[in-house]
């Protein structure tokens, strides 16, 4: 028997490490899963996890719900899911409190007193369906099915509202996108096809970022924010951001530039000029995957030098030049954008100035660069309506023929004019009221009018600034209780996901494709109106059943019922608890195929095919590919396979088909007492919809603005005093925040906050006599501290549109911030519907039927004016 | 602070009482919790009002000190229906209204904890919640009545049969759920409904729902903290802007329009 004494087991052990440290180890400590599975604190029981899509925001993370005795407690990401790996923002880890919410809507509400009055009676779904149908059967039988109008907000629904407008016969369908993202879109599809890039940031060296606040609020914030992590740290990424503001983003990148508001498209052109100038540019990529060359760009680009640009934006000449250089030299590299460049009147232009840059160094779609979408499609249940025959000019306005995802925000003005006559509105998470510019001074008076909206109907299971204007409120149900189907291209993996029901809806909520289905059964009980054959299902399972029938792949794997159980598809890995990334089997990190374009043509896809003398390859009447040294390649999905940099739609509008940029007229020649008013989003809130979530409203409550010590020092205000922030059509009361982390001729005020509707919490009626009944016993009511919501800025931002996107200007509102005087009190806010007019009036000079149009593009001096274009038929018929 | 209804409860149950006299009293107090529950449990109807209108029922509440104004009192039915029918969506199914349902009032939010538990408690009595115009929760004030009521007339049908243990079983099992649920919130509901309606109807049934509550609680010797405390202290009719777009809290473009 071996005798171990203390000393010689000190000595032998000094000896035996490498080998104790050899040996597998099998063993890893619990909470190193990462997620999947979760215990009840109290009972130790295992909890029921179903994985769903989490829609608190619209980056549409996997996640898992846990249930216990029939509620929700607790969310967190999917770990199958590859774009998220298993991680929630703040935001979806509230999510369960939109179900939950004492001042939710339950019941179908109907209007009793007069509009916007609040006041109420509860009606049963039979008689909502009924007065509904009654209304809309009305209008059909007029012959106007254009007379009914949805406006959605999000729509994430599949296809839902689409075909339930379709059924109708009715194009006057309006989005969201104009106050969103849409110059971004414009300033990209017609280049190379998609609406939004996807960069391989994890990979990258270098990520050149345009006023995007990507970590934490910015379109795929959760999955970008962990791959820019790892881009940062692990391969040592620069990460350098323009923008106005020292965002979180700003403040953990290696470079902050601050930069003049709507100025990033002149220093993107700029830096395009000192990388072509300097012959930094990828010679090959441009002349083989491009329609221009490289001689034509150094030409265009001549004029945008950096001292140019540098006047403009107040970027350093040597600042550009060095950005440029280091971009342009350092492989691979990236850029990013989102509204800080596109939320301008010229705001397409900008985009298409940024998304120059890695075009002209070739990191298109290449490992760490700039790459193309990665989605997936699924289905629509057959048969699908036709689309309506007579188009709506609200839908798609005369002026803006190149605004592909519309102008929403000038239709309060449109309407007032009578451009086309509404006799019923449904709106559906919606809430232009608080969101859109003008807010209740535009929105609030339309939707109050009964002249103008005889018939309001608002889709919601929320109390928001526009359901406490209408004349029925059915209620629809959040996220945890609903069937949809789910894809976004926020990773290099496509994937296709749902999300299904973790609880059944509360009280009487429906989901929307359910009351939709018994409104079109109720107009047409024996289908003998057409009508009632595309609504012909069982239940919203069965419905969705129908959408992922006969996905190659997925319907071996099981279809909807493996959706179910995993939430996501495929599943590309497993996710690796040491790092938090996504392995194969053999314990490596998947990777993404890159190069999409250069994807070949099979024989099969050439047989009958023809190539063209710029290498285009044709079949049946459209381009398939563009043939190049031999190779017949995809190319992109552009009208000829190409990236287009001369954009010639453009310039048959009069526009500059080739990148520019248009400085804001009354941007110029500001007087010292004036600024910009800029507003934003942080991580804990979306536009509206989250000030009533309990937790993310303790978070982030109120929204001082913003001042540079600079400007705050000769206003004389400091931290916490009042000051009147005034614009051309009205002015608002708030507190300043004075910090270096903003531009000096820039305030700034987030969204978010400054609520009148949306329940007792947003509003913080807790703290107020009101809130004094209801929910007043709710254990995490009772911790509500803090006596300050915020004051809502968007009542004072006129109407602004990039005659190319169709884009709000939210970034150029020109505005007098002066120390607030004795008669103004916090939260004051006034606006004016004229002066909004007078606005409105002002961006459409700038359409491309306008008369400035042509004194903004002097470039453009052949074209031939508006008459020139044939223009569409008229319609809405009014 | 409103007078408390005043309930004798030594009409009820005294100890040397008949086992008849002991069915006809849980009856009696099952009638009550009947009554009460269909003021709540959803819009009240034409036949409900009807007979609380009758001269008899009128009698009898206004011997507990029950009096309803004008405004019960006189409309024609149908409009007395719609009125109420108004003033229940705004007193409990409309935004910024206090819903009648314990989750909401003792937890914060729809369908917690409360809802699920009493469910359950319903399940192992063999009951469950149906719907009735509209859906309702299991924690719903006029459905936790309507439980009582039924343990009370089980309690009087067990007696009939000679069965007192089990006739024992069904009052422990309401005196535990006024421990575990009812005591815990209707009597701060009560005052808190109470002085926010604007309709006599829901005065007097808050004031009957509250002085009942104390009776029964008195009468089952539970003792149980009320967490809900009504903590109301002004009247509906100023709490402008819940609802209100006309006095809105941002102020926007008023008289500007």
Not at chain 1, 388 to 415: C, M, N, Q, R
Not at chain 1, 681 to 709: C, D, F, G, Y
Not at chain 2, 198 to 214: D, I, K, P
């Amino acid at each position: 028997m071996l005798k171990i004494t203390r000393r010689t087991f000190l000595k032998a052990s000094a000896g035996t490490s490498a080998a104790a440290l050899a040996a597998p180890s099998m063993l890893r400590a619990m909470e190193l899963e990462l997620g999947g599975r979760d215990f009840s604190p109290e009972v130790a029981a295992e909890r029921k996890a179903i994985p769903t899509g989490c829609h608190v925001c619209n980056i549409q993370d996997g996640a898992i719900a846990y249930v216990e005795n029939g509620r929700v407690v607790k969310l967190e990401g999917n770990p199958e899911h590859v774009s998220t790996r298993g991680r929630l923002c703040a935001k979806g880890n509230a999510g369960m409190w939109y179900s939950y919410d004492p001042d939710r809507i339950l019941y179908p509400l109907k209007r009793v007193g007069a509009r916007g009055e609040g006041k109420w009676k509860r009606i049963t779904w039979d008689e909502a369906i009924a007065e509904v149908s009654a209304r809309l059967d009305e209008v059909l039988k007029g012959g106007e099915p254009n007379e009914i109008m949805l406006k959605w907000g999000r729509n994430r629904t599949g296809g839902v509202l689409e075909r339930f407008m379709n059924t109708l016969g009715s194009a006057t369908v309006l989005n969201h996108t104009s106050v969103c993202e849409s110059s971004k879109k414009i300033g990209m599809e017609p280049t190379w096809g998609p609406d939004i890039e996807t960069p391989d940031f994890a990979n990258s060296k270098y990520i050149l970022n345009f006023g995007s606040n990507i970590l934490e609020a910015a379109y795929f914030h959760n999955p970008y924010s962990q791959r820019i992590a790892e881009g940062t740290v692990e391969n040592q990424a620069k990460l350098v951001t323009f923008d106005v503001r020292l965002s979180n983003t700003a403040g953990r990148s290696d470079e902050w530039i601050p930069i003049f508001p709507g100025t990033d498209g002149a220093v993107a052109l700029a830096l395009g000029h000192v990388i072509l100038m300097e012959d930094l540019q990828d010679t090959a990529f441009i002349e083989t995957w491009t329609n221009v060359t490289v001689a034509e760009l150094k030409e265009h680009y001549k004029p945008f030098t950096p001292v140019w640009a540098s006047e403009i934006s107040g970027v350093p000449v040597e600042t550009i030049v060095r950005i440029a250089r280091e971009f342009a030299l350092t492989k691979p590299a990236t850029t990013y954008t989102y509204r800080g460049p596109a939320k301008h009147l010229y705001g397409s232009y900008n985009e298409k100035a940024c998304m120059m840059l890695p075009i002209l160094t070739g990191n298109i779609e290449t490992r760490g660069g700039y790459c193309l979408p990665r989605g997936m499609g699924y289905k629509q249940p057959e048969p699908v309506p036709p689309k309506p025959k007579t188009p709506s000019y609200l839908a798609h306005p005369d002026e803006y023929p190149l605004a592909g995802h519309k102008v929403s925000h000038l239709v309060p003005f449109w309407i007032a004019e009578g451009k086309q006559k509404i006799k019923v509105l449904f709106s559906y998470q919606d809430n232009p009221v608080y969101t859109n510019p003008g807010a209740d001074a535009v929105w609030g008076k339309l939707y109050r009018d009964e002249k103008l909206i005889p018939y309001y109907v608002c889709l919601s299971p929320f109390m928001g600034e526009e359901a406490q204007l209408a004349d029925l409120i059915l209620p629809d149900v959040p996220y945890l209780e609903r069937w949809e189907p789910e894809s976004m291209p926020n990773s290099l993996w496509p994937w296709l996901g749902i999300r299904q029901p973790v609880i059944p809806p509360l009280g009487e909520g429906r989901e929307t494709k359910v009351y939709i289905r018994d409104i079109i059964h109720k107009l047409d009980p024996d289908g003998s109106r057409g009508m009632r054959q595309y609504w012909e299902f069982k239940d919203p399972e069965e419905y969705m059943r129908k959408q992922f029938e006969g996905i190659p792949g997925l319907q071996e794997a099981g279809g909807l019922d493996w959706l179910k159980k995993h939430g996501v598809w495929p599943i590309y890995g497993k996710l690796d608890p040491r790092n938090g990334k996504m392995v194969d089997a053999t314990g490596r990190e998947i990777q993404p195929e890159y190069g999409l374009h250069k994807r070949t043509l099979s024989a099969d896809d050439m047989l009958g095919a023809t190539v063209d003398e710029h290498g285009i390859i044709h079949k049946n009447g459209k381009a398939i590919g563009v043939q190049r040294h031999g190779q017949n390649y995809v190319g992109f999905p552009t009208h000829n396979r190409l990236i287009n940099v001369r954009v010639d739609e453009w310039a048959k509008y009069g526009f500059n088909p080739m990148p520019t940029f248009k400085r804001i007229p009354w941007h110029e020649n500001l007087k010292d007492d004036e600024m910009i008013l800029t507003t934003y989003k942080t991580n804990v809130h979306k536009q509206s919809r989250t000030a009533a979530v309990k937790w993310l409203a303790e978070i982030m409550h109120s929204n001082p603005a913003w001042l540079n010590p600079r400007t705050a020092k000769k206003l004389g205000v400091k931290t916490g005093d009042l000051v009147r922030v005034e614009s051309p059509v009205g002015y608002m009361v708030t507190k300043a925040y004075v910090t270096e982390g903003i531009h000096p001729k820039t305030v700034a005020i987030s969204t978010s906050c400054g609520h009148w509707g949306y329940g007792r919490l947003a509003q913080l009626k807790l703290r107020e006599k009101a809130g004094e009944f209801g929910a007043a016993d709710d254990p995490d009511l009772k911790n509500v501290w803090w006596d300050d919501k915020g004051v809502h800025p968007n009542a004072i931002i006129p109407v602004v549109a990039d005659p190319i996107g169709g884009s709000q200007g939210w970034y150029d509102t020109v505005v007098k911030v002066t120390k607030a005087g004795p008669n103004d009190k916090y939260g004051d806010v006034q606006a004016s519907w004229d002066k909004h007019m007078a606005f409105y009036k002002e961006t459409m000079r700038y359409a491309y039927t306008g008369d400035l149009h042509r004194t903004m593009h002097p470039e453009m001096v052949a074209w031939a004016g508006p008459e020139s274009v044939q223009h569409k038929a008229p319609s809405g018929g009014h | 602070m409103t007078e408390v209804l005043a309930i004798a409860t030594d009409t009820v149950e005294p100890a040397t009482a008949s086992r008849a006299e002991r069915c006809e009293d849980y009856r009696l107090r099952a009638q009550f919790y009947r009554l009460l529950s269909g003021a709540f449990i959803e819009e009240p109807a034409a036949a409900y009002l009807s007979a609380l209108r009758s001269p008899e029922t009128l009698a009898a509440l206004a011997e507990l000190g029950v009096r309803f104004d004008a405004d019960f009192l006189e409309p024609p039915i149908t409009a007395l229906e719609q009125a109420l029918a108004h003033e229940y969506t705004m007193l409990f199914a409309a935004s910024g209204g206090f819903p009648p349902v314990e989750s909401v009032r003792r937890q914060g939010g729809y369908q917690q904890a409360a809802c699920f538990e009493v469910r359950e408690v319903y399940r192992r009595a063999g009951f469950q919640v149906v719907p009735g115009r509209f859906q309702v929760f299991e924690d719903q004030l006029g459905i936790e009545l309507q439980f009582v009521a039924e343990l009370l007339e089980r309690c009087a049908a067990a007696l009939d049969r000679g069965e007192h243990l089990e006739a024992r079983r069904l009052e422990k099992e309401i005196k535990r759920f006024w421990a575990l649920h009812l005591g815990r919130w209707i009597r701060g509901y009560g005052v808190l409904l109470e002085k926010v309606t604007e309709h006599s109807f829901y005065r007097e049934m808050a004031r009957l729902l509250r002085g009942f509550a104390e009776a029964e609680l008195e009468l089952l010797g539970v003792h149980v903290e009320d967490e809900d405390h009504g903590k109301l202290k002004v009247q509906r009719s100023e709490l402008a802007g819940l609802v209100e777009q006309g006095a809105s809290a941002c102020g926007a473009c008023r008289g500007t329009d």
